[in-house]
């Protein structure tokens, strides 16, 4: 199950690392696309690219693993974590929760830019 699917990308990669069939969830308008791409690279039944949020979509079976690239600058702003850990429900009983990424390191190095700061102040 391809969490947040975008373009697809990471579905195909699925498939090309060996999975038989994935489930590319995604929200936004951008599922068209993904469907054109499919079809074009003619994965159509390989990939089925189900439109809408996770929460509130279903899938006609169990999956073996979540893909997803959930994050955004500093990790989390893109708020796709909280979809991505609610599609364990997604998961077939007894799999192992492989979600892949499964971890991540940020690295930090403080810095000043005045001009920054004041900009980020005015919109305040």
Request: hydrophobic share 45%; proline share 6%; glycine share 6%.
């Amino acid at each position: 199950l391809d969490v947040g699917a975008g373009s697809g990308i990471l579905s195909f990669f699925a498939i090309q690392a060996g999975a038989k069939k994935v489930y590319a969830v995604e929200a936004s308008n951008i599922a068209r696309h993904c469907e054109q791409l499919v079809r074009h690279n003619k994965m159509a039944g390989r990939i089925i690219v189900v439109s809408g949020k996770v929460e509130e979509i279903e899938i006609p079976e169990p999956v073996d693993v979540l893909i997803s690239e959930p994050m955004g600058y500093m990790l989390l702003n893109e708020r796709m974590l909280e979809s991505y850990v609610h599609a364990r429900k997604f998961l077939r009983p007894g799999a192992v929760p492989c979600m892949y990424p499964a971890t991540s390191n940020l690295y930090i190095a403080p810095f000043n830019d005045e001009a920054l700061y004041m900009e980020q102040q005015n919109k305040a």
